[in-house]
């Protein structure tokens, strides 16, 4: 079923997932910790933000996991 949203829905919503990301960004960060930020639903695009994230980790503060 097809859903329409009006602009000021969407707008709402765009709001939200920010507002959402800013919060889930500000937990990691209060644990230490590093997420992976993942932009694309693309295989390799999914690797690359997979490596990059492994290569900043192994690379900043010297710990081991």
Do not use: H, K
Not at 35 to 63: C, H, K, M, Y
């Amino acid at each position: 079923t097809l859903v329409r949203l009006g602009a000021a829905e969407v707008a709402a919503r765009q709001a939200e997932n920010r507002d959402r990301r800013a919060r889930l960004l500000a937990g990691f960060e209060a644990q230490a910790l590093t997420p992976v930020l993942v932009s694309s639903a693309d295989p390799e695009g999914i690797l690359q933000a997979f490596l990059d994230w492994n290569e900043r980790r192994a690379t900043s503060d010297g710990r081991v996991w």
